[in-house]
C-alpha cells in the first residue's frame, strides 16, 4: 500500500471533507446588545470575545453596539438577543414596562453620575457655586431619559429646586455658559469637557454617589423565561464575560487597544486618551479598592433595596421585584468561580 501515497492522500483529505470541526460545531450563537456605541465601557466584553473566553464556554458571542436607534433592553425583550447591558435602574423600570430582565452579574458597582457646575459661572466676584445649595435657582440641563431619576434624588435630598433645561446628547449650551450646570458621567462627559478646553479649577463637581445616590450602574442581563429555560447558558456567559473583565484589568492596553479596533471600524467620533480616561475610570468602578465596598460581579441587597426605593419613591415603578427573583443564582455562582 506505501506504493500509492498518492491514494491515501486523497482518502486523507476526503474524510476531513465530510467530517465537520467538532469544537466549531457545537459553539452555540447568542448575541449581547451594548447600551451604546463602541467604547471602553463595554472593554472586558471586547476582552471575553478577543481571547476565547465565551468559546472556551461553548459560545459564538455576537456583540452589537448601542445607541439611540440600537435599544439593548427593547431588542433583548423582542428576540432579537439573547443577553444585553443596562443600568440596573434601567432595567427594573424596563421591567415595570412589560420587559421581564434579570441579573445575571453586576459589573459596575460604583456610581459615576455627576453634577458638573461652572465655578464662578458669572465670573470674577459673581456669586460662586461651591456647594449644592448654590445650584438653587440656576440653570441645570438634565438628561431627558431613564437617567433623569438619579438627578432628581439628588435636587430633592439636597432640598434645592434649579431651573431644570433637557440636556440630550450634547454639553454645548454648558459649554457656551448658557447653562449654570450639566449633567455627566465621571468616565465620559466630564473627561470630555477637559479635552475641549476646560479647567478642572474653573468647575465644582458633585458625585451623585456622595450625596446619597449610589446607584448600581452596568450589569449583565437576560429574560427571565431564558434563565428559567437555559440557566446554564446563562451562568456560562456571565462567567465568561467577569473573565473578560479581570483580563482587562491586568492588561489595560491590550484592552484599549482592543476597543479602538471597534472604535475605528464603527468610524466613531473619538480618540485613544479618551478611551484611556474612560476604561480606567471604568474598571476603579467595578473592582473595589483595598477598603471593599462591594464585591466584583454580585449587586447587595442592601444596594438594591436601596435603588428599589429610590424608584419608588420617585414613581418610576409601582412596584419592586423580590430580590430572589431578580437577582439571579448565576451571579453568586460567577463570584464564587473566579
Known amino acids: 500500500m506505501m506504493k500509492h501515497p498518492g491514494l491515501w492522500l486523497a ?11 467538532r469544537g466549531a460545531a457545537e459553539l452555540r450563537p447568542v448575541s449581547l446588545y451594548l447600551q451604546w456605541d463602541h467604547q471602553s465601557q463595554f472593554a472586558g466584553y471586547y476582552m471575553a470575545q478577543d481571547k476565547g473566553f465565551y468559546e472556551a464556554e461553548g459560545l459564538d458571542v455576537t456583540i452589537v453596539r448601542g445607541g439611540p436607534n440600537c435599544l439593548p433592553c427593547e431588542s433583548v425583550g423582542a428576540g432579537k438577543g ?14 415595570e414596562a412589560g420587559i421581564p430582565l434579570v441579573l445575571l452579574a453586576q459589573v459596575v458597582n460604583r456610581s459615576n453620575f455627576e453634577i458638573v457646575a461652572w465655578k464662578k459661572p458669572g465670573g470674577e466676584g459673581g456669586p460662586e457655586i461651591l456647594a449644592p445649595k448654590d445650584l438653587q435657582g440656576r440653570r441645570v440641563t438634565i438628561w431627558e431619559t431613564d437617567f433623569r431619576t438619579q438627578y ?38 466630564y ?24 446607584v448600581p450602574e452596568d450589569g ?43 472604535v475605528e471600524e464603527a468610524n466613531l467620533p473619538t480618540n485613544r486618551p479618551h478611551m484611556r480616561w474612560m476604561l480606567e475610570e471604568i474598571l476603579n468602578s467595578s473592582f473595589p ?12 441587597r442592601a444596594s438594591y433595596e436601596a435603588s428599589c426605593a429610590m424608584l419608588l419613591k420617585y414613581g418610576v415603578i409601582a412596584a419592586a421585584p423580590k430580590y430572589e427573583t431578580f437577582v439571579t443564582k448565576a451571579e453568586s455562582g460567577n463570584v464564587e468561580s473566579q
Open 11 to 21: 482518502l486523507g483529505a476526503l474524510i476531513v471533507a465530510v467530517v465537520p470541526c
Open 82 to 95: 439573547t443577553f444585553c447591558i443596562t443600568m440596573l435602574a434601567t432595567a427594573l423600570e424596563k421591567r
Open 152 to 189: 432628581t434624588a439628588f435636587f430633592d435630598s439636597q432640598g434645592i429646586h434649579p431651573e431644570v433645561l433637557p440636556q440630550y446628547y450634547t454639553l454645548s449650551l454648558f459649554l457656551r455658559h448658557g447653562a449654570d450646570a450639566c449633567s455627566a458621567m465621571r468616565y465620559n462627559e
Open 191 to 214: 473627561h470630555w469637557l477637559l479635552q475641549h478646553g476646560v479647567r478642572e479649577e474653573d468647575l465644582t463637581v458633585f458625585p451623585l454617589g456622595d450625596y446619597g445616590v449610589p
Open 220 to 262: 449583565i442581563y437576560a429574560l427571565e423565561s431564558t434563565w428559567k429555560a437555559d440557566p446554564a447558558l446563562c451562568s456560562a456567559f456571565a462567567r465568561a464575560s467577569l473573565k473578560g473583565w479581570e483580563y482587562a484589568r491586568a492588561h489595560p492596553d491590550e484592552a484599549l487597544a482592543a476597543t479602538m479596533t471597534r
Open 289 to 300: 479598592d483595598a477598603n471593599g465596598g462591594w464585591t466584583f460581579g454580585s449587586l447587595s
